[in-house]
């Protein structure tokens, strides 16, 4: 992938559009994997590293008609069987090919609540494009339709066009429901809950809402504005928000239910503490977490220096360590922020790294060094606990371990010192310690993350959970697949309740 | 959003505050902490002590010295303002039992936090020996409230223009020194007061208590900015503390990462302070 400009690939849609228009519905299988796949128009990687604008810039209208006619149509619909939310992606694609960007759009938010961001972070390369006919056709799954980018884009067409329709909401059932957490997960239970009409009331610790969305990824892969757009739409559907209130301290779980009466809780509290590497010197003035690094970006703004108060550090020459999407953003955040080098280390080689390719090309793009099959060792300080720099160590790729990816082994004696006055250590993170620290009676695993049965309950009433918080560090797709799934059982949890009441009224009646 | 219902100058760069928390109020529990911000687009999150509460106001008091462009901002408030973001009570709360004799020593700013916690202690039936050290006699804070609960108080002044002319770890250790030395030693103040009361009591195996207040940023485990070296193994403060043993906390550490921003900090301070000065100029 090279870069090419957003008026270039418009261009080159607008002579393509002529072309195919008419034959839309007409083209051969054979014809329509001969399409060419569209780019996606990006900003110039030299102009973007200095800016927290999207780097994505979105399909053009051409754009999106033509990559939709790629699609076959085809009977399998594999596509659809590996989206956790099992939107109906050929019928919605069809519509874009059509012209009919209103259409897709109702087709998309009869499953999902949140296109704008999942068409935006959602790893559609393992899930519903991994399977795609035409991907297979082509032998490479790169080549497969783009369904992600045509998601996002009749998400932003909605927007844009400001054709926002509110879901029905039934009327009120004198049911409460506490939402804890506004991650992905927990918005979906909300939005879910809310449309039976039970009265829904979020708890978020942070002054803000979204979650890992918010304070995570950052500005420049998934806008605010966005994240801000959709919980307006949760506002609107008079949702209750309370910010600033932390479960388990500021009220104790268990008192939601028994003093506040809420007759279901959902706990969507996300991943939280942060791993480190155990090595010497991680304690050092310069070492951060990836979270604690991208918080102080994103949340509390460190991009605009004049204006927000959070500190952080400026950088000349930073290390990331890990491989992952968290990484991925750390390193090209840092490069934002001011940095001049910015070195991705990695245990094993660019095959085996977790990000996303996308966002790993995007990384290079904007000029991130990757170093493979390299780890740190030890970080150095000065007199002042500040870092200068890092001891590293290299590996070499030894026999497949337990997930059949090659094992790195380190290469003795190959020790080496990198310049480095900044270490972002970006390799995981254990479960949020809250909840269980303060409801010993809610059952964990070993690492802390909330242990739920088929229908996302805990081993309390009244209590669900889902998201990073059972499953440990995963994605926004299943962490709202999983809220998507509490929200039903509570919803038939009490319907069955609202049944029992009506009928024990009923015989008082008699 | 939380509002200020009453005010107080303690000494020159100290105030009082208390803030309608009702929430906060009820749960609250010795040695907790809130979060707030004084702006909540561009502010930093900041945590205090909680010094008291109130249910039935529904109050909390909070105190604190004006070091930083926040607490500067901050004192700059006035009842009837509100807080947009106040966020709490946070960490673990202070183990209270009987333990016998129980030595509270407060340094400065560090006597807030200290009240509740000896109060409680006192509460349960412990003999409290109370210490407070301040630089100067006008530095001194809550000297009435602390007499009220100690069985013993000892005042200490850097300059010895009030109680003793010591620091603090002077009469810590002659109390450990005595036939029946203490069963249990809470220190709270500057880091380095923290430090030395741990040094002081070692060799004498005293249990010793400290509460450490680092920089944070959530409060909830998410960040990892908050972490301390504790026996050689990384444990956060905002959910495994504040409260941990003085014996095994790497202060060096722990200050170093305390004063990461200090540069940056009083270059936004000094900002901060000019540019509301001359507006205040301009109003005038
Ligand atoms: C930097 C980064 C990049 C990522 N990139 C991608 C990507 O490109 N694609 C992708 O699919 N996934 C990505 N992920 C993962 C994805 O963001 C998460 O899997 C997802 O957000 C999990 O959602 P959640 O709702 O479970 O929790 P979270 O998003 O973690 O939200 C939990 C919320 O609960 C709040 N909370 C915690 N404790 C309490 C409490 N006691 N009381 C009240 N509130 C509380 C937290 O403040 C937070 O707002 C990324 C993650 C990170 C960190
Ligand atoms: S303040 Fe973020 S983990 Fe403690």
Same mark, same amino acid.
Request: include cysteine; hydrophobic fraction near 40%; proline fraction near 4%.
């Given at each position: 992938?090279?870069?090419?400009?957003?008026?270039?690939?418009?261009?080159?849609?607008?002579?393509?559009?002529?072309?195919?228009?008419?034959?839309?519905?007409?083209?051969?299988?054979?014809?329509?994997?001969?399409?060419?796949?569209?780019?996606?128009?990006?900003?110039?990687?030299?102009?973007?590293?200095?800016?927290?604008?999207?780097?994505?810039?979105? @399909?053009?209208?051409?754009?999106?008609?033509?990559?939709?006619?790629?699609?076959?149509?085809?009977?399998?619909?594999?596509?659809?069987?590996?989206?956790?939310?099992?939107?109906? *992606?050929?019928?919605?694609?069809?519509? #874009?090919?059509?012209?009919?960007?209103?259409?897709? !759009?109702?087709?998309?938010?009869?499953?999902?609540?949140?296109?704008?961001?999942?068409?935006?972070?959602?790893?559609?390369?393992?899930?519903?494009?991994?399977?795609?006919?035409? =991907?297979? !056709?082509?032998?490479?799954?790169?080549? &497969?339709? !783009?369904?992600?980018?045509?998601?996002?884009?009749?998400?932003?067409?909605?927007?844009?066009?400001?054709?926002?329709?509110?879901?029905?909401?039934?009327?009120?059932?004198?049911?409460?429901?506490?939402?804890?957490?506004? =991650?992905?997960?927990?918005?979906?239970?909300?939005? $879910?809950?809310?449309?039976?009409?039970?009265?829904?009331?979020?708890?978020?610790? @942070?002054?803000?809402?979204?979650?890992?969305?918010?304070?995570?990824?950052?500005?420049?892969?998934?806008?605010?504005?966005?994240?801000?757009?959709?919980?307006?739409?949760?506002?609107?559907?008079?949702?209750?928000?309370?910010?600033?209130?932390?479960? /388990?301290?500021?009220?104790?779980?268990?008192?939601?239910?028994?003093?506040?009466?809420?007759?279901?809780?959902?706990? /969507?509290?996300? !991943?939280?503490?942060?791993?480190?590497?155990? #090595?010497? /010197?991680?304690?050092?003035?310069?070492?951060? &977490?990836?979270?604690?690094?991208?918080?102080?970006?994103?949340?509390?703004?460190?991009?605009?220096?004049?204006?927000? $108060?959070?500190?952080?550090?400026?950088?000349?020459?930073?290390?990331?360590? /890990?491989?992952?999407?968290?990484?991925?953003?750390?390193?090209?955040?840092?490069?934002?922020?001011?940095?001049?080098?910015?070195?991705? #280390?990695?245990?094993?080689?660019?095959?085996?790294?977790?990000?996303?390719?996308?966002?790993?090309?995007?990384?290079?793009?904007?000029? *991130?060094?990757?170093?493979?099959?390299?780890?740190?060792?030890?970080?150095?300080? $000065?007199?002042?606990?500040?870092?200068?720099?890092?001891?590293?160590?290299?590996?070499?790729?030894?026999?497949?371990?337990?997930?059949?990816?090659?094992?790195?082994?380190?290469?003795?004696?190959?020790?080496?010192?990198?310049?480095?006055?900044?270490?972002?250590?970006?390799?995981?993170?254990?479960?949020?310690?809250?909840?269980?620290?303060?409801?010993?009676?809610?059952?964990?695993?070993?690492?802390?993350?909330?242990?739920?049965?088929?229908?996302?309950?805990? &081993?309390?009433?009244?209590?669900?959970?889902?998201?990073?918080?059972?499953?440990?560090?995963?994605?926004?797709?299943?962490?709202?697949?999983?809220?998507?799934?509490?929200?039903?059982?509570?919803?038939?949890?009490?319907?069955?309740?609202?049944?029992?009441?009506?009928?024990?009224?009923?015989?008082?009646?008699? | 959003?939380?509002?200020?219902?009453?005010?107080?100058?303690?000494?020159?760069?100290?105030?009082?505050?208390?803030?309608?928390?009702?929430?906060?109020?009820?749960?609250?529990?010795?040695?907790?902490?809130?979060?707030?911000?004084?702006?909540?687009?561009?502010?930093?999150?900041?945590?205090?002590?909680?010094?008291?509460?109130?249910?039935?106001?529904?109050?909390?008091?909070?105190?604190?010295? %004006?070091?930083?462009?926040?607490?500067?901002?901050?004192?700059?408030?006035?009842?009837?303002?509100?807080?947009?973001?106040?966020?709490?009570?946070?960490?673990?709360?202070?183990?209270?039992?009987?333990?016998?004799? +129980?030595?509270? %020593?407060?340094?400065?700013?560090?006597?807030?936090?200290?009240?509740?916690?000896?109060?409680?202690?006192?509460? +349960?039936?412990?003999?409290?020996?109370?210490?407070?050290?301040?630089?100067?006699?006008?530095?001194?804070?809550?000297?009435?409230?602390?007499?009220?609960?100690?069985?013993?108080?000892?005042?200490?002044?850097?300059?010895?223009?009030?109680?003793?002319?010591?620091?603090?770890?002077?009469?810590?250790?002659?109390?450990?020194?005595?036939?029946?030395?203490?069963?249990? %030693?809470?220190?709270?103040?500057?880091?380095?007061?923290?430090?030395?009361?741990?040094?002081?009591?070692?060799?004498?195996?005293?249990?010793?208590? %400290?509460?450490?207040?680092?920089?944070?940023?959530?409060?909830?485990?998410?960040?990892?900015?908050?972490? +301390?070296?504790?026996?050689?193994?990384?444990?956060?403060?905002?959910?495994?503390?504040?409260?941990?043993?003085?014996?095994?906390?790497?202060?060096?550490?722990?200050?170093?990462?305390?004063?990461?921003?200090?540069?940056?900090?009083?270059?936004?301070?000094?900002?901060?302070?000019?540019?509301?000065?001359?507006?205040?100029?301009?109003?005038?």
């Amino acid at each position: 992938m090279s870069y090419h400009s957003l008026e270039e690939l418009s261009a080159q849609a607008k002579e393509l559009i002529v072309e195919y228009v008419d034959k839309c519905d007409s083209l051969k299988p054979k014809e329509r994997t001969q399409i060419p796949a569209q780019e996606m128009p990006t900003q110039d990687p030299l102009i973007r590293r200095t800016n927290l604008e999207e780097v994505a810039i979105g @399909f053009s209208e051409d754009q999106a008609r033509i990559e939709a006619m790629r699609c076959l149509q085809c009977v399998k619909k594999n596509c659809v069987q590996d989206c956790p939310v099992n939107i109906d *992606i050929p019928a919605f694609v069809n519509k #874009i090919a059509h012209g009919d960007f209103e259409g897709a !759009a109702q087709i998309i938010k009869q499953t999902t609540l949140l296109p704008a961001i999942c068409g935006r972070v959602c790893p559609q390369e393992t899930q519903c494009q991994l399977h795609c006919a035409v =991907g297979k !056709a082509l032998k490479d799954v790169e080549k &497969s339709v !783009a369904i992600g980018r045509l998601e996002r884009f009749i998400a932003d067409w909605e927007r844009k066009n400001g054709k926002k329709v509110l879901p029905k909401i039934k009327p009120p059932t004198g049911k409460k429901i506490a939402v804890v957490g506004s =991650g992905p997960a927990g918005l979906v239970v909300a939005a $879910d809950c809310k449309r039976e009409g039970h009265h829904v009331t979020i708890f978020e610790a @942070f002054h803000r809402l979204g979650g890992v969305l918010r304070y995570g990824i950052p500005e420049f892969r998934l806008p605010n504005d966005i994240i801000d757009h959709e919980i307006e739409t949760l506002s609107q559907m008079g949702v209750e928000i309370k910010t600033n209130f932390v479960v /388990g301290r500021t009220r104790k779980l268990i008192d939601l239910i028994e003093k506040d009466k809420y007759d279901a809780v959902f706990v /969507g509290t996300g !991943a939280g503490l942060p791993m480190f590497m155990g #090595i010497e /010197g991680e304690n050092l003035v310069g070492v951060f &977490s990836a979270n604690e690094y991208l918080t102080r970006a994103n949340l509390m703004r460190a991009f605009e220096k004049e204006k927000a $108060d959070t500190p952080i550090i400026s950088s000349k020459k930073v290390a990331v360590l /890990g491989g992952g999407n968290v990484a991925m953003d750390s390193a090209r955040m840092a490069k934002r922020l001011g940095a001049d080098n910015v070195y991705v #280390i990695y245990r094993r080689t660019e095959n085996e790294m977790p990000a996303r390719k996308e966002e790993a090309v995007h990384a290079k793009e904007e000029g *991130i060094e990757f170093h493979f099959l390299e780890n740190a060792k030890r970080i150095i300080g $000065d007199e002042h606990g500040c870092v200068t720099g890092m001891e590293c160590v290299r590996f070499e790729l030894g026999e497949p371990d337990e997930s059949g990816r090659r094992r790195p082994v380190e290469i003795k004696s190959s020790e080496f010192i990198v310049d480095v006055d900044t270490v972002i250590v970006a390799i995981g993170n254990g479960s949020n310690p809250l909840i269980s620290q303060t409801t010993p009676q809610i059952q964990v695993n070993k690492w802390g993350n909330v242990l739920v049965d088929k229908t996302q309950k805990t &081993s309390l009433d009244k209590v669900f959970a889902g998201g990073d918080i059972v499953l440990g560090a995963a994605t926004v797709i299943l962490a709202m697949g999983e809220g998507r799934r509490a929200a039903a059982s509570i919803n038939s949890m009490l319907a069955l309740e609202r049944e029992t009441e009506k009928a024990v009224k009923n015989s008082y009646a008699l | 959003m939380n509002k200020i219902i009453y005010k107080e100058q303690l000494s020159k760069d100290v105030f009082l505050m208390g803030i309608d928390a009702p929430l906060i109020a009820e749960e609250r529990q010795p040695g907790q902490f809130i979060i707030l911000q004084t702006d909540d687009d561009y502010g930093e999150r900041i945590p205090l002590t909680i010094a008291d509460a109130d249910i039935e106001e529904g109050s909390i008091t909070i105190i604190f010295q %004006v070091v930083g462009k926040t607490t500067t901002e901050l004192s700059l408030m006035e009842v009837g303002d509100y807080l947009p973001a106040f966020v709490g009570p946070l960490g673990k709360p202070t183990h209270i039992k009987n333990f016998g004799h +129980v030595v509270c %020593v407060a340094g400065g700013i560090g006597v807030a936090p200290m009240h509740p916690i000896a109060q409680a202690l006192k509460k +349960v039936g412990n003999f409290v020996t109370i210490i407070i050290g301040a630089r100067t006699k006008d530095l001194l804070i809550l000297e009435n409230k602390m007499k009220n609960i100690a069985d013993e108080l000892i005042i200490c002044t850097d300059d010895g223009s009030y109680g003793r002319k010591a620091l603090v770890t002077e009469p810590l250790k002659e109390l450990c020194e005595r036939n029946k030395k203490p069963e249990m %030693v809470i220190a709270i103040g500057p880091p380095v007061m923290m430090k030395y009361c741990s040094i002081t009591t070692k060799p004498y195996e005293v249990f010793t208590q %400290v509460s450490l207040n680092t920089i944070m940023v959530d409060g909830t485990g998410m960040c990892g900015g908050c972490r +301390v070296s504790i026996n050689n193994e990384t444990k956060f403060v905002c959910v495994d503390g504040p409260e941990f043993d003085g014996h095994q906390v790497d202060f060096d550490n722990m200050i170093a990462r305390l004063n990461s921003y200090k540069n940056i900090e009083r270059q936004k301070q000094k900002c901060f302070v000019e540019k509301t000065f001359k507006a205040k100029e301009g109003v005038l």
